[in-house]
């Protein structure tokens, strides 16, 4: 049955939020207590579970916590390992999973009880076994018919708790959209660009984290002045968190906003598939890559989008998206010459047409739409007006159509 999460603020009191620490606590002890031993030998999850009904039998301490809390500590070491063999599959050099430091550990799960949502007038309370009620701010309504599967307690760097709530959703209220490849658009991720699409559009990337890297680096060295263990310490640390989570937040604004567009203004979206590991190699350029987010921009796009497909980036920026010749550029090179068909334009307006091509190739749609006619580089060549803009462009003046922007990354799947 297909499920769906959302995600509330949580107001615990003082008690509470004690309770609630407490509790992450006890998480990072036994996920500590459990990377130790697959440490010496392979732990499957059940193996890790038979470990913890021994504990309880020498650390009788731990009743007082909830037992299918207790247990998903196991299912999260067995998340992680799984990723690591994904890893190492793909043939990236991988070690084994490190303890948990204090400041490190954020979240606890409740999996099929321990847990309910009750509402006492104005307020509603979300009821945790051995906590309590904790007041929540509830601004979305669950669907009709829908059964809670699980709870996930998180605690930002700055101190918020948050809480995840995973629900079923009946197969009658999954839509099922029709599908028109009229509205289909190619898109390539970037750098200076974050998005160039097939229809000639490019969306400047915000680049959050190097805005923010001056009052960053001023609060940092606050911390590495103040003395370690003291209060004045404390409080610079958490003046340096509110500033990654405001980072933070200032991403996902921008990624769900612009993810948003174009589910609706288009049926389908075709991404090219990037090695985000591989391109992280070019130190010069890691950080932009890591801060343009693009792995969590697809991720909002799958979900929003009616058709997400991914495509292969193989000769996106070097094939003409006209004539098909290929045409090698460095990466300095922002504008894409063809010497056989004498096609000029931007590279990354080149590089998200040829992604529309290959994505409807798979679907068996060898041409254009012909909505979309109007915005291909062969329409654009035969106007006299944007020729006349092409020269000034050469010339040095920037014409309307030729925007700098930069590509995406493809996945397939289904709006639920």
Same mark, same amino acid.
């Given at each position: 049955?297909? %499920?769906?999460?959302?995600?509330?603020?949580?107001?615990?009191?003082?008690?509470?939020?004690?309770?609630?620490?407490?509790?992450?606590?006890?998480?990072?002890?036994?996920?500590?207590?459990?990377?130790?031993?697959?440490?010496?030998?392979?732990?499957?999850?059940?193996?890790?579970?038979?470990?913890?009904?021994?504990?309880?039998?020498?650390?009788?301490?731990?009743?007082?916590?909830?037992?299918?809390?207790?247990?998903?500590?196991?299912?999260?070491?067995?998340?992680?390992?799984?990723?690591? %063999?994904?890893?190492?599959?793909?043939?990236?050099?991988?070690?084994?999973?490190?303890?948990?430091?204090?400041?490190?550990?954020?979240?606890?799960?409740?999996?099929?009880?321990?847990?309910?949502?009750?509402?006492?007038?104005?307020?509603?309370?979300?009821?945790?076994?051995?906590?309590?009620?904790?007041? %929540?701010?509830?601004?979305?309504?669950?669907?009709?018919?829908?059964?809670?599967?699980?709870?996930?307690?998180?605690?930002?760097?700055?101190?918020?708790?948050?809480?995840?709530?995973?629900?079923?959703? =009946?197969?009658?209220?999954?839509?099922?959209?029709?599908?028109?490849?009229?509205?289909?658009?190619?898109?390539?991720?970037?750098?200076?660009?974050?998005?160039?699409?097939?229809?000639?559009?490019?969306?400047?990337?915000?680049?959050?984290?190097?805005?923010?890297?001056?009052?960053?680096?001023?609060?940092?060295?606050?911390? *590495?002045?103040?003395?370690?263990?003291? +209060? +004045? /310490?404390?409080?610079?640390?958490?003046?340096?968190?509110?500033?990654?989570?405001?980072?933070?937040?200032? /991403?996902?604004?921008?990624?769900?906003?612009?993810?948003?567009?174009?589910?609706?203004?288009?049926?389908?979206?075709?991404?090219?598939?990037?090695?985000?590991?591989?391109?992280?190699?070019?130190?010069?350029?890691?950080?932009?890559?890591?801060?343009?987010?693009?792995?969590?921009?697809?991720?909002?796009?799958?979900?929003?989008?009616?058709?997400?497909? =991914?495509?292969?980036?193989?000769?996106?920026?070097?094939?003409?998206?006209?004539?098909?010749?290929?045409?090698?550029?460095?990466?300095?090179?922002?504008?894409?010459?063809?010497?056989?068909?004498?096609?000029?334009?931007?590279?990354?307006?080149?590089?998200?047409?040829?992604?529309?091509?290959?994505?409807?190739?798979?679907?068996?749609?060898?041409?254009?739409?012909? =909505?979309?006619?109007?915005?291909?580089?062969?329409?654009?060549?035969? /106007?006299?007006?944007?020729?006349?803009?092409?020269?000034?462009?050469?010339?040095?003046?920037?014409? *309307?159509?030729?925007?700098?922007?930069?590509?995406?990354?493809?996945?397939?799947?289904?709006?639920?």
């Amino acid at each position: 049955m297909p %499920i769906r999460n959302y995600k509330f603020r949580l107001y615990p009191n003082s008690n509470q939020e004690y309770k609630l620490q407490n509790n992450l606590a006890v998480c990072r002890w036994l996920y500590n207590k459990f990377v130790e031993q697959t440490q010496k030998s392979f732990l499957s999850r059940n193996d890790m579970n038979y470990i913890l009904t021994e504990l309880k039998q020498s650390e009788p301490w731990l009743y007082n916590y909830h037992s299918k809390m207790l247990q998903m500590v196991s299912t999260q070491i067995e998340g992680s390992e799984k990723a690591l %063999i994904e890893l190492s599959k793909k043939g990236h050099k991988i070690g084994q999973l490190k303890f948990a430091r204090y400041n490190e550990f954020k979240t606890f799960t409740y999996n099929q009880s321990g847990y309910k949502i009750e509402t006492h007038g104005d307020k509603t309370l979300l009821y945790l076994s051995k906590i309590g009620y904790v007041e %929540i701010r509830k601004h979305r309504e669950f669907p009709d018919n829908t059964n809670i599967k699980q709870v996930i307690i998180t605690k930002s760097k700055s101190g918020k708790w948050h809480v995840c709530i995973t629900v079923d959703v =009946e197969e009658s209220l999954i839509y099922i959209p029709k599908i028109s490849f009229a509205k289909a658009v190619g898109i390539d991720v970037g750098i200076k660009s974050f998005t160039y699409d097939s229809d000639g559009y490019s969306t400047p990337n915000p680049l959050n984290l190097k805005k923010m890297l001056k009052p960053l680096a001023r609060v940092q060295r606050k911390v *590495s002045r103040r003395k370690k263990g003291s +209060n +004045n /310490r404390l409080k610079a640390i958490l003046r340096m968190q509110k500033i990654h989570e405001k980072i933070v937040n200032q /991403r996902k604004d921008f990624q769900h906003k612009l993810s948003a567009q174009y589910a609706k203004n288009n049926d389908v979206v075709f991404v090219e598939k990037l090695e985000k590991l591989n391109m992280v190699k070019n130190h010069r350029l890691a950080r932009s890559i890591m801060d343009s987010s693009w792995g969590l921009f697809l991720q909002k796009l799958e979900y929003k989008c009616k058709l997400l497909v =991914e495509v292969s980036s193989k000769n996106t920026t070097v094939d003409c998206s006209r004539c098909g010749n290929k045409v090698p550029k460095s990466l300095a090179v922002r504008i894409h010459r063809c010497n056989k068909c004498n096609l000029i334009l931007n590279r990354d307006y080149n590089a998200s047409i040829n992604i529309l091509q290959k994505g409807l190739k798979i679907f068996k749609q060898d041409k254009l739409p012909q =909505e979309l006619r109007k915005v291909t580089p062969a329409e654009i060549l035969m /106007r006299s007006r944007k020729q006349e803009e092409v020269t000034q462009f050469l010339c040095g003046s920037s014409p *309307s159509f030729l925007k700098d922007s930069i590509g995406i990354c493809l996945k397939y799947a289904c709006r639920q």
